[in-house]
């Protein structure tokens, strides 16, 4: 239905003058990666993926820092990105889950916080070291995201919000097909 979860609110948005704003998902059974898609998944394929239900917060509060000091030039001290990692990414009644994807020598460079929910997941945020730029880490996560999916029979795999006339948010419609919350309906996007 559109809506997304910030911490332990969910929240949709509801301006009367303006539907910007578009909820996007993946429909994985659709998914096909594309030409550069598929060379992200071979160039990532030493990467190790695990799964971790109920994770360990405090595991990633160095990495979440690094990745908005280095991505989004916000600096912050320890105890403010630790409230900020905790308040935004988890939830108290949500059974959030991590992906972590690890190298051989089992070094952390990404992970993408989601949420289960009934025919797929909310990839709620994705963070990585930014030292590993060229894996295209961010691409990666959403890819294998959506393999995951496939794999477990789930359908579909909610990217969050787009607008379109945001550079920024455009790389979630590369992801094809797509499907975008428009007038209380799933509607394709871009196939």
């Not at 979860?5 to 948005?13: S, W």
């Not at 578009?22 to 059974?29: A, F, K, M, Q």
Request: glycine share 4%; proline share 3%.
């Amino acid at each position: 239905m559109g809506f997304r979860r910030t911490g332990d609110r969910i929240h949709r948005p509801n301006c009367l003058s303006c539907s910007q704003c578009v909820s996007l998902r993946i429909p994985v059974d659709k998914f096909v990666a594309s030409r550069g898609q598929r060379r992200t998944i071979k160039k990532n394929s030493i990467l190790d993926t695990y799964v971790v239900i109920n994770p360990d917060h405090t595991n990633y509060l160095d990495l979440y820092q690094h990745y908005i000091e280095n991505r989004h030039h916000e600096t912050e001290s320890m105890q403010q990105a630790q409230d900020t990692f905790e308040n935004f990414l988890f939830s108290l009644w949500s059974d959030t889950f991590a992906i972590e994807f690890r190298l051989p020598s089992k070094e952390l460079v990404c992970v993408a916080i989601c949420d289960p929910l009934i025919q797929g997941w909310s990839a709620v945020y994705t963070f990585y070291n930014v030292g590993y730029s060229q894996l295209s880490l961010g691409t990666y996560s959403i890819l294998k995201q959506t393999s995951l999916l496939k794999e477990r029979g789930l359908k579909y795999l909610y990217l969050g919000y787009w607008i379109n006339d945001c550079d920024k948010m455009n790389y979630k419609t590369q992801f094809k097909p797509c499907e975008g919350f428009t007038n209380d309906q799933w509607i394709a996007l871009h196939e």
